[in-house]
């Protein structure tokens, strides 16, 4: 008997067995893990609730007051 | 092609040469059996990235899920304690100590037993190697692929491993074989 008898015949000792292969193949494809792949897409955020016209007509004069003022001369001291 | 049968031809392209390398690193069919489906179960589960890739690349990515598997400290520790002793009994047909009348039957159950014990006790490169190659029928290139290491290696580490192997058997025909 050769070497590579030999190693043959430990190689079928511990093959998997066609059955218990195709058994695993059922389980994989069967797990609810498989067809989650498409939920894994990015879902698009949910939309933020809007904020009233005024409070924007509010805000939107407040920042114009502080860019003016923000570029006024600085006065020197004397 | 279809999800499932995408899977499918990945799965029996594979399998085979997963599982024979779990058997190297662990020694355990079934444990070995165990592991493979992990690996398989996050290639089901990333399976729209490894279809784009060349088949040398499936079989890169799924080792690369193998080897960090196998690394994992609990299961390693678990494995490794019982890696020899699973070896050592797998094909236990018979008993290794029989003296005679020793039928053909008896015999190539005492040999199994003799070789089995030989590759359990074999450095864990080689015996992963080698295992890839008996049991998972690839060739040197493909197991290189797969290990992350040039072919060169894998030849070289085969051989010394079919060098140990033949000693092995040396011991145990030499004393038979002249009577």
């Given amino acids: ?78 | 092609m279809d999800r499932d049968a995408e899977f499918r031809r990945l799965y029996e392209a594979h399998r085979a040469a997963v599982h024979a390398y779990f058997v190297g690193r662990t020694g355990d069919r079934q444990l070995a059996a165990d592991l493979m489906q992990e690996v398989f179960l996050r290639a089901w589960q990333h399976l729209d990235r490894l279809t784009g890739l060349p088949e040398d690349g499936q079989r890169g990515w799924l080792f690369t899920v193998a080897r960090n598997l196998s690394v994992d400290s609990a299961r390693h520790q678990r494995t490794a304690d019982g890696a020899q002793r699973a070896l050592e009994h797998e094909p236990s047909g018979g008993q290794a100590s029989v003296a005679a009348p020793a039928s053909t039957a008896v015999l190539a159950a005492e040999r199994a037993t003799v070789v089995a014990a030989a590759i359990a006790k074999l450095p864990e490169q080689q015996r992963v190697t080698l295992a890839m190659a008996a049991a998972g029928e690839l060739n040197s290139a493909e197991i290189g692929v797969a290990l992350g290491v040039p072919a060169g290696t894998v030849r070289y580490r085969l051989s010394l491993a079919r060098r140990t192997l033949a000693e092995a058997l040396g011991d145990y025909d030499d004393p038979e074989e002249e009577q």
């Fill in chain 1, 1 to 78: 008997m050769s070497l590579d008898d030999d190693l043959a015949a430990w190689a079928a000792t511990v093959r998997l067995p066609e059955a218990d292969a195709a058994a695993i193949f059922q389980r994989i494809v069967a797990s609810a893990a498989g067809p989650a792949a498409p939920a894994e897409r990015p879902v698009a955020p949910a939309a933020a609730p809007s904020l009233d016209p005024s409070w924007w007509r509010g805000y939107n004069a407040g920042f114009a007051a502080r860019m003016v003022a923000s570029t006024a001369p600085v006065r020197l001291a004397a």
